[in-house]
């Protein structure tokens, strides 16, 4: 059980990571993304994949991805 609760994990770390390194490099790109791997909720792309919004979608790829790492390091540091 406690393999399987970390494939899951692992698993889970991999998508949100990928879809937060889409935030980071490009929220244009990111919107694009097929709709089982993008988290964008309310966000539009007409908004938020330019300009300001875009940095706000930077930043908030960076702190998903500060996140996955930290979680992921007391995981397997333990």
Not at 22 to 42: N, Q, T, Y
Request: proline residues 3%; glycine residues 8%; without cysteine.
């Amino acid at each position: 059980m406690h393999t399987l609760g970390l494939t899951a994990a692992v698993v889970l770390a991999s998508l949100i990571s990928v879809n937060a390194a889409f935030m980071i490099v490009s929220p244009k790109a990111w919107f694009h993304l097929p709709r089982w791997i993008l988290l964008k909720g309310s966000l539009v792309e007409k908004k938020y994949a330019v300009g300001l919004g875009a940095l706000e979608v930077r930043i908030a790829g960076a702190a998903v991805l500060g996140l996955v790492a930290w979680t992921l390091w007391d995981i397997f540091a333990k």
